[in-house]
């Protein structure tokens, strides 16, 4: 009933005769406004220009008083006039919005509008589950990062720990090539004879990396056995290596090394002390020979496990692959909540510093008007006044 009562008033305002009434009615009406208002500001300006050339008296303020009450039953006799032109004029209008307003997304009554809040609402389910999936795919790709950061640095620290035991065990076998005298020959020719070339079987050096924060320590154990395990056969086969290399190239010259001490022991003391800095100084040479292969092995090292942990690196920016999804389109903006009214504060103190500081007075003054009239009416009403700087009250004199 309703919907057929809107259709028939619909109906009756853009009717053809309604608009034919406007058409007819429109022109003598506003003839009749125009003269009102030509004779009423005629009226105006005589009584402005005696005022103005003689002063106000009391005879000009009650002409003034009387003049402004007729102006005010002209107007309302131009509005009865122009009313029912006008009235109509609004209800076409009307009729015109309304249709225009009840497909308008942006108000609230409206089905469009309805239908974008459901559409916002399913975005935004959308875009928090795609980051929920983009946070689980992060929180993995770090953790799987932290493993393999985790691995270097305890292949790194094994690493420094082996080179450790092998320079402790070269410097012994050194040492005792250099302590080598005619009478301890024997003794350290049997010493270095049974010097193994195997790693010890109880070396298993504890790491000083800490364990990452993101792995439990039970897989951070399990980590660094694992990583171990994996250098342990390499490890063995270098240590030996290096051992017995040098243990051999010990064992081949210290014949050499007691001829030549044999021969300084029978030469005089002088030439002696020659032989014996020409051995000291040989010896010196080849550990310094030995130690430069010994650097040059573990910057190699070094520079391997560099490159391998900037590939790791590299691998863990592209190892997160993302599952194709259907997203909706949509613009993401901060908007304000306030939870607490002390908040406003925040919010205006941001405001002046960003923009209100640059505003002229006008504009500050039309954007605060509510305030501004609210000081007013208690000032007014209260008596209650504000002290402050670059503001004053000033009184407005209205005549009744």
Not at 117 to 139: S, T, V
Not at 268 to 286: L, Q, Y
Request: a neutral charge; one cysteine or more.
């Amino acid at each position: 009933m309703n919907n057929e009562s809107d259709n028939k008033q619909q109906v009756a305002i853009i009717r053809q005769e309604n608009i034919a009434a406007i058409v007819q009615a429109a022109p003598q009406s506003y003839l009749d406004n125009r003269q009102s208002n030509r004779r009423c500001l005629q009226a105006c300006r005589e009584l402005l220009d005696t005022i103005e050339a003689e002063g106000m008296t009391d005879r000009l303020d009650q002409q003034a008083a009387a003049y402004i009450e007729k102006a005010r039953r002209t107007v309302k006799v131009m509005n009865e006039r122009r009313s029912p032109v006008t009235k109509l004029f609004d209800q076409i209008r009307a009729e015109f919005t309304s249709l225009e307003n009840a497909i308008d997304p942006s108000r609230s009554d409206t089905v469009p509008y309805r239908l974008q809040q459901l559409r916002n609402r399913y975005a935004a389910r959308k875009r928090e589950e795609q980051e929920a999936i983009r946070r689980a795919e992060e929180a993995k790709r770090l953790a799987e990062q932290a493993r393999q950061t985790y691995r270097q640095a305890l292949s790194e620290d094994f690493h420094v720990s082996f080179n450790r035991l092998v320079n402790k065990a070269i410097n012994e076998l050194t040492s005792l090539r250099a302590s080598v005298t005619l009478d301890t020959y024997q003794s350290v020719l049997d010493t270095v004879t049974g010097y193994s070339a195997d790693l010890p079987s109880e070396w298993k050096p504890e790491p000083s990396v800490a364990n990452p924060s993101c792995i439990a320590p039970d897989e951070s154990s399990a980590i660094r056995s694992e990583v171990f395990e994996s250098l342990l056969p390499g490890f063995r086969e270098r240590y030996k290596a290096e051992i017995a290399d040098l243990r051999s190239d010990i064992l081949d010259k210290l014949p050499s090394k007691r001829a030549e001490l044999q021969r300084a022991e029978a030469a005089s003391a002088a030439e002696a002390e020659r032989i014996k800095a020409e051995i000291a100084a040989h010896e010196a040479a080849e550990a310094e020979r030995k130690e430069q292969e010994r650097k040059q092995k573990e910057e190699a090292e070094r520079r391997k496990a560099e490159a391998e942990k900037a590939q790791a690196q590299m691998a863990g920016l592209f190892n997160a692959a993302q599952a194709e999804a259907y997203t909706p389109k949509a613009k993401v903006t901060k908007k304000i909540h306030i939870t607490a009214p002390e908040a406003v504060l925040a919010v205006i103190t941001l405001w002046w510093q960003r923009e209100g500081c640059r505003l002229t007075v006008e504009e500050l003054q039309k954007n605060f008007r509510k305030q501004i009239t609210f000081c007013e009416r208690l000032a007014n009403k209260e008596g209650e006044l504000i002290k402050a700087d670059g503001l004053e009250y000033i009184d407005e004199v209205k005549a009744k």
